[in-house]
């Protein structure tokens, strides 16, 4: 970074962080504080969806995704995100509004009775914290590849640059609560949008400048080529030759992340109760001035999100052409104590060598291939004999010598193009592998897994800004304040959403009913602080690859604990008005159940042999949508056995006006059709012509 990106970086950082604290200055109330005073209006109610949404939780993981296989189909998240938008502005928010809640558990004591209630809440702000945590960890994994690409003197942990990613958000939501947010978001949104458009040109100027590119030659096997140029092709005809296979938005019905299948129900389940249902998102629409307002807002959001793909998901894809090596080396770090293990475990490998304290020549001379675990006195020396090859696996004596295997313990990789990064290992894997499944059969014994990366696709951010963007131009300062900001945007709107559910949910509800909006306003504003704490803890842990190779997944699945259940509850409630008060909380608890059964049960490598179970379990996303149908199942049966004798009236506690808008509705119809027209585009029937 030159000085005019330093420049350029405070100025942004402090007009955003100033307008939103000038702005809230007036907050007295604990509605003032948790809802901006019911005064939204729609342009500020879609930048803020906007930006709360989109943070390194997007670019970091989205843009990761998008590096790997997965390609354009990761993007929707976005496109259905639209439709589903449209949908909850015209099918939820009046109901949620003539509620007059602050919260969405509220709604379910408005419906069903306080015990669904307090359900809800406790069980979001778990999934809150994991969110807090991963979208810390994202950005701070940004902040440290680019320090490292860039060769800064100072590189900061992981660890170190979350610190600082939770304080600047503590005290940004904590000053100014809701309304500060989302006129910061107002700054935030657009400059997102800016920001990703750059990165998107100048990864196309760039990738039309290469002599060589890397892409992915098969989606199912996920096998890696290169490709030589001649010098004659566009930008735009190399990306499309390099990258068709992974324009695709319909995924095989058998992959694990993100199968065709899921597109009909499962991703559905994720998208309704993200836009609908979820408290950090909903809140910027709780606090609309008017239901008109409201949904404006909600349609002007929608067609942003039909932008996003664009300006995240594209050049999460060239990122991958232009600097696989890069990734493929960034995974060592990662790589490291996962095949030290694989060597104390399997001692007899000739494939995995532990040397420690290696020299320069020897890690210079290393044959690929072969797997070298470097150990090293300590941090420093690695930074002193750093060696971008990807067979080289540097780790601390310290940690080295903490590494215990359990036993009956399995090498695998979530990655498919792993095979392709240590094909010599492959088959001494596949054959050790089998053998120890075997013996934990016969031993009736679980088994652990190890999981280590191919390529570690989250770092496709940091190197598009580290490599791509113009040094010393104001661009990578304003980039990148954008992103920061965007982090701390999101993290601001969830450390909000989890202090006003905690607050009004728990304490105001049972343990203080009669307390002050002075007092309430004062312990939103300590669970802010105690939020930050545990976020910027869980964050570094995030980064194990034992966990998974993708942030983005992390997220996803975790919430299939919750959101099945609170999206068959809330949509049960609406339409069926002889639902008796039990249905609120059975409906939750077997969302639970179901889904930590099905989630177990994938888990078992006999049972998942069989290619039926697979497919119906093996992902996520289809363990969500039978989840789902179990809940709206039960649910049904309670009322046929017990139906409540008169429906329930969902009576109007707000004096906003409750009109809706036929503007909004007009547009929200063309947001509909230009996602399906999207859709058909990029479909296998477009992309083979």
């Known amino acids: 970074m030159g000085i005019l990106d330093v420049i350029v970086f405070v100025v942004f950082v402090v007009c955003v ?48 995704n998008a590096a790997s296989y997965i390609g354009m189909a990761i993007a929707s998240y976005e496109w259905m995100a639209a439709i589903t938008l449209v949908v909850v502005a015209f099918a939820f928010l009046p109901y949620f509004l003539r509620a007059g809640i602050y919260t969405m558990p509220e709604f379910l004591e408005y419906r069903y009775n306080s015990a669904a209630r307090t359900v809800m809440a406790v069980a979001t702000i778990f999934i809150y914290l994991l969110l807090l945590g991963s979208v810390t960890y994202s950005g701070a994994i940004t902040l440290n590849t680019m320090a490292e690409e860039m060769e800064m003197s100072v590189v900061p942990t992981v660890a170190q640059a979350s610190l600082v990613i939770g304080i600047i958000a503590m005290l940004y939501v904590a000053a100014g609560g809701l309304k500060a947010c989302a006129w910061a978001d107002l700054i935030q949104g657009s400059a997102l949008i800016v920001g990703g458009a750059v990165i998107l040109i100048f990864a196309f100027k760039m990738l ?34 390099l990258n068709k296979v992974r324009l695709n938005m319909f995924l095989p019905m058998n992959d694990a992340t993100l199968p065709w299948t899921a597109l009909l129900l499962g991703l559905w389940i994720p998208n309704f109760y993200y836009w609908g249902l979820n408290q950090y998102i909903t809140q910027r629409t709780l606090g609309s001035a008017s239901l008109a307002e409201g949904q404006k807002g909600i349609v002007f959001a929608a067609f942003m999100k039909l932008l996003i793909p664009f300006v995240i998901v594209v050049p999460g894809i060239i990122a991958f ?74 780790i601390t004596q310290e940690k080295y010598s903490a590494l215990q295997v359990q036993p009956f313990t399995v090498f695998e990789s979530e990655d498919k193009s792993w095979r392709t990064v240590f094909p010599t290992l492959a088959s001494e894997l596949d054959i050790y592998n089998a053998s120890v499944r075997q013996a934990a059969q016969q031993s009736n014994a679980p088994v652990a897994v190890e999981k280590f ?61 009669n307390a002050s909006q002075s007092a309430i306003v004062t312990l939103g504003r300590v669970c802010v ?3 930050t704490a545990v976020a910027v803890f869980l964050a570094p842990q995030l980064g194990n690859p034992k966990i998974s190779n993708s942030i983005f997944t992390i997220i996803q699945e975790s919430q299939g604990f919750l959101s099945p259940g609170v999206l068959a509850v809330f949509v049960f409630g609406l339409l069926v008005r002889r639902g ?66 008169k429906p329930v009236e969902f009576r109007q506690n707000t004096t906003i006006q409750l009109h809706s808008s036929r503007g909004a509705l007009s547009a929200g119809i063309v947001v509909v059709v230009l996602t399906l027209l999207l859709y058909v585009i990029f479909s296998p029937l477009c992309l083979a012509k």
């Open 17 to 64: 962080v100033g307008l939103g604290l000038y702005k809230s200055r007036d907050e007295k109330s604990g509605e003032d504080y948790f809802l901006a005073g019911r005064g939204l209006v729609w342009w500020l109610i879609g930048f803020s969806l906007i930006a709360a949404n989109i943070s390194s939780e997007q670019f970091v993981g989205m843009s990761g």
């Open 321 to 394: 052409n232009l600097f696989a090596p890069e990734m493929k080396s960034k995974a060592a770090v990662d790589n490291a104590p996962v095949f030290a293990k694989y060597q104390k475990a399997n001692p007899n490998t000739l494939l995995v060598q532990v040397v420690e304290s290696p020299s320069l020549e020897q890690l210079a001379a290393h044959e690929e291939g072969k797997i070298l675990v470097a150990v090293f006195p300590d941090k420093e020396s690695i930074k002193a004999c750093r060696v971008k090859n990807p067979f080289v696996l540097p």
């Open 208 to 241: 039309g400048g290469v002599q060589e590119a890397s892409y992915i030659e098969d989606v199912t096997t996920g096998a890696v080529g290169t490709k030589t140029f001649s010098g004659g092709e566009g930008a735009l005809e190399r990306f499309v030759s």
């Open 529 to 531: 602080v105690v939020f």
């Open 580 to 645: 008796p008060a039990v249905c609120g909380v059975v409906g939750l608890v077997t969302n639970f159940v179901v889904y930590g059964g099905l989630k177990y049960i994938s888990t078992i490598p006999n049972l998942m042999e069989n290619k039926g179970m697979a497919f119906l379990i093996g992902n996520f996303l289809n363990r969500m949508a039978i989840s789902f149908l179990v809940c709206l199942l039960v649910m049904a049966i309670i009322t046929i056995l017990k139906p409540l004798a």
């Open 453 to 513: 990366l191919g390529y570690k696709y989250d770092s496709a951010l940091g190197h598009l800004l580290s490599k791509v963007l113009p040094a010393k131009t104001g661009l990578v300062g304003f980039v990148l304040a954008a992103l920061l900001g965007a982090i701390v945007s999101s993290l601001a709107a969830m450390l909000n959403a989890a202090s006003t559910i905690f607050t009004m949910d728990i304490f105001k509800k049972y343990l203080s009913p």
